[in-house]
């Protein structure tokens, strides 16, 4: 009887054992499609330009209003991308225009090659 029970118990550890590691190793996700890919370094240039324009920007910079991207240029190699960024000012509250390029490395980093900040339309 007691075989029995500890024979029971060990299969039902080894059954345990088994479902948990199943869980803790999820199916890989899809693969990303090459328009997530750019969308991504978009993000990712637009957020390099915010870190430039917060500490560069020659205008006392308010609110964030808006990011976008900016098309790049024909001399640009296809890792280059183009973002900008809209601000309201503190003093005047007009806006503020920050335009960067930034080069995606091999290496997953971003790497700003030019960055302005201005007075926007």
């Known amino acids: 009887m007691m075989l029995k029970l500890a024979w029971g118990f060990a299969v039902l550890f ?4 088994i479902v948990g590691l199943s869980t803790n190793n999820p199916t890989p996700s899809a693969p990303k499609t090459a328009q997530q890919i750019e969308d991504d370094n978009y993000s990712s240039a637009a957020g390099a330009c915010m870190l430039w ?30 973002a900008g960024l809209h601000y309201r000012t503190k003093s005047t509250g007009l806006m503020m225009r920050a335009d ?11 790497m700003i090659i030019e960055a302005q900040a201005r007075p926007g339309e």
């Open 14 to 17: 080894v059954i345990l054992l």
């Open 100 to 110: 960067c390029a930034t080069l995606m490395t091999k290496d997953g980093k971003v």
């Open 53 to 82: 324009a917060e500490k560069h920007s020659p205008l006392a910079m308010g609110d964030f209003v808006d990011d976008y991207q900016l098309p790049r240029r024909k001399k640009d190699p296809k890792d280059v991308y183009r």
